[in-house]
């Protein structure tokens, strides 16, 4: 698949570090969770989770996302997509669960939207560093909303992990988590001692080369799982004995630990 030469319609600054990108393409097909691989011209392609159909979500850390941090309302990037599994929607009937931490927002947003509009009651737990960072809390108020923040400048002073120690997680159908992998392990370990992991999905980062399940580059031990084909949205029971919360790859295939 070719890029899509796409025009920056607008740009919103979510926080310091932290972006919205419109485009003048629409990828109407999209499931929440899944990503597009973006071409920086001159610098870089990598892979961004959609936060809306024509939108993607970005913070500023390295060569790529520092680039488009450069560019402003009329330039162009290139996309090609939508790739991999995404989030599996709730039903109707369904009580559902959010559990975001940071940017990890990003890729669940676009499932709150989908509940909000089929009148479905959502439970958030929005975590961040500070009040400054906090992601799309209006897009998540279909319901009760509990922030966190490691400073304890908005909310809760800790982690998500703190609120959800005390949150009663077997009445929800539907868990949905994102956010730093760290983060997302120890709701792993917490949601597993309950015996819920098998109704959450987790939506994982990992480096991509090709982003369409060729190279290898995102397998994951032990069962060789491509997070940019199989994933990048895996169940919990899919996790478990993986490398997930250990460790990760870099560009030349080394683990990296967390």
Sequence with gaps: ?????????????????????????????AIPGQFVMVWVHGTDEV???????????VQKVGDATSRMFELGIGDHMGLRGPFGR??????????VLFIAGGVGAAPIAPLADIIKARGIEGHTILGSRCCD?????????CGRVDITTDDGSEGRSGFVTDQLAETDTSDYDRIYVCGPEIMMYKVFEILKTRDVH????FSLHRYFK?????CGACSMDP????????????????LEGSEFGHYERDSSGCKCHF
């Design 1 to 29: 698949m070719r890029p899509i030469h796409s025009k920056i319609t607008e740009i919103i600054e979510e926080s310091p570090n932290v972006r919205t990108f419109f485009f003048d393409t629409h990828f109407e097909t």
């Design 47 to 57: 892979p961004m989770t959609l936060s809306g159909k024509n939108s993607i979500t």
């Design 86 to 95: 995404g989030f599996t929607p709730p039903e109707k009937d369904e009580k």
């Design 133 to 141: 960072e906090i992601l799309f809390r209006e897009r998540f108020a």
């Design 198 to 201: 098998v109704k959450t999905e």
């Design 210 to 214: 090709c982003g369409i399940g060729v």
């Design 223 to 238: 069962e060789g799982l491509r997070v940019c084909r199989d994933g990048p949205v895996f169940n919990g029971s899919e």
